[in-house]
């Protein structure tokens, strides 16, 4: 299946290239491409990237600089539209500060290779994600939050935060994800919508690793925007609130909703 390997970056110059040599010569060989996203950063990114490229010869490292921040669920509404648009099986969500582990990709796209899965996350909680440098109060709300998620889902999961994914192109495509927030929620937005539509999502145990990396997200903000989620989902489903967004309506390359 034709595998794309997608990372958002932001301020990455400094982890980017060990994740990049972290991937394995396995799955450099099988990924049509490998998409690096700068979402406007203020140090090298792009630079270290193209740099990165042209060192070892990766000629399928494609590098986008955006020249202004379109926030990280932005970031993803570009990248995946650009993905689909070039007719990709399979791509996998890597985030570039090294929190997550690329030597777990393989495991991580096989259930949807085999038919079995149309969303695989990569899931930290199942181990022992304190011993891998989260902190406590990460560890706390994502456990609250995945808690309350599930309780409105129906789900199981054991964890709806993580920036480690894949995703079936076929199925990502049914999804407005041009419709979700921009900021960091999107990523349990999608997820809202994948319920809506049915798609079948399972989890994948990786290893957690958190270093000297710097956080861009504020948590406050990030916990009440999905609690905000949630609240519109139940809304929508006792028949209170229309949604576009979770209703199924699609939206065009021209950004025209049908």
């Known amino acids: 299946m034709r595998l794309v390997i997608y990372i958002p970056a932001y301020n990455a110059a400094k982890m980017l290239p060990s994740v990049l040599d972290r991937l394995s010569d396995a799955v450099k060989d099988q990924a049509e491409e490998i998409l690096v996203i700068d979402n406007a950063s203020t140090d090298e990114t792009s630079a270290v990237a193209q740099k990165y490229r ?20 932005g970031s993803q509404k570009q990248a995946y539209r ?5 007719g990709y099986e ?4 890597l985030h570039a500060d090294g929190q ?30 304190l011993a891998g440098g989260m902190p406590l109060y990460r ?9 309350i998620e599930n309780l409105v889902l129906g789900w199981n999961l054991t964890e709806y935060h993580t920036g480690f994914r894949a995703y079936r192109c076929a199925s990502l495509d049914q999804l407005p994800f041009e419709l979700g927030p921009d900021y960091y929620h999107f990523d349990v937005d999608i997820l809202i919508q994948a319920k809506v539509k049915n798609l079948r999502v399972v989890e994948k145990a990786i290893d957690t690793h958190y270093g000297d990396e710097e956080c861009h997200q504020n948590t406050w903000r990030t916990g009440i925007s999905i609690l905000a989620l949630l609240a519109g989902y139940i809304m929508y489903r006792i028949g209170l609130r229309r949604s576009a967004r979770l209703g199924g309506a699609r939206v065009s390359k021209t950004g025209k909703v049908s």
């Open 54 to 73: 042209d060192l070892n010869g990766l000629n399928k490292l494609t590098v986008i600089r955006n020249k202004t921040n379109l926030g990280y669920g």
């Open 82 to 86: 650009y993905i689909l648009d070039k």
């Open 90 to 93: 399979i791509v996998v969500l």
């Open 100 to 129: 997550y582990p690329p030597e777990q990709i393989p495991k991580m796209i096989e259930p949807i290779a085999a038919g079995q899965a149309d969303v695989v996350l990569g899931t930290r909680l199942t181990g022992d994600p």
């Open 139 to 147: 560890y706390a709300g994502n456990k609250v939050l995945t808690f």
